[in-house]
Each structure stands twice: as structure tokens, then as C-alpha cells.
């Protein structure tokens, strides 16, 4: 059974920096696009950062290019975001999907995880 699982939230103060990790169980993330979302209550879950399959493609959203970096580990199974400078409008549950498409698209993404939770104070 195909499952992701994110970690590494927490809470930080303003210009602080956190390492999420997603961890792939049942299958291989290296064949897989991961896209990193982010969803705060009454805001739809928006994309933050994605990695194709292929070649490593990246995206990030305008809002924390030249900030977070997203990364792989083939051996480890799992997809790291580093964030660093971080802003309290950076605060919300944070999720990994799997998908085939490397697309900014929620909808395109088959797994997910069950989110962590990153609070940045002001």
C-alpha cells in the first residue's frame, strides 16, 4: 500500500528556518513527481514547491522561490523542503503528494500525506 508521511513541522520564529521530509512507503518516489502544498482553514490548498521524476525538474510558487528548496534522496526514499527565512504567512499544514504529472495542479496528485503542521511566529 502506497503511503506518504511528512515530518519535521513545527513552530519557529520569523526568519527561522525548518526541514520537512516525506517519507515513501509501498512505493518508489523516485518515479514519481512530489509536489510539497500547503493549506491554511477557510484557504484552498495551494502548491508550494514540486520535483518531477525525470530529471529534477523544479517549480516553486512565487511566494518562497530564493527560500525553500526542495530536494531528493533516492536512497532514503524521501523528498526534503527546506525553508528557510521563514514568515508567519508561511504558516499552515504542510503536505507531499505523489503524482505522474509535475504540475502545480492539486488535482493531478494521486497520494498524499497527512500534513504537518508549521506555525512561524511574528
Known amino acids: 500500500q502506497a503511503q506518504l508521511a511528512e515530518s519535521g513541522g513545527g513552530l519557529v520564529q520569523s526568519g527561522g528556518s525548518l526541514r520537512l521530509s516525506c517519507a515513501g512507503s509501498g512505493f518508489t518516489l523516485e518515479y514519481n513527481t512530489i509536489g510539497w502544498f500547503r493549506q491554511t482553514p477557510g484557504k484552498e490548498r495551494e502548491v508550494v514547491a514540486c520535483?518531477?521524476?525525470?530529471?529534477?525538474?523544479?517549480y516553486y510558487a512565487d511566494s518562497v522561490k530564493g527560500r525553500f528548496t526542495i530536494s531528493r534522496d533516492n536512497a532514503k526514499n524521501t523528498v526534503y523542503l527546506q525553508m528557510n527565512s521563514l514568515k508567519p504567512e508561511d504558516t499552515a499544514v504542510y503536505y507531499c503528494?505523489?503524482?505522474?504529472?509535475?504540475?502545480?495542479?492539486?488535482?493531478?496528485?494521486?497520494?498524499w500525506g497527512q500534513g504537518t503542521q508549521v506555525t512561524v511566529s511574528s
Open positions: 503528494a505523489a503524482g505522474v504529472l509535475t504540475t502545480p495542479s492539486s488535482a493531478a496528485y494521486n497520494y
Open positions: 520535483i518531477s521524476s525525470s530529471d529534477s525538474t523544479t
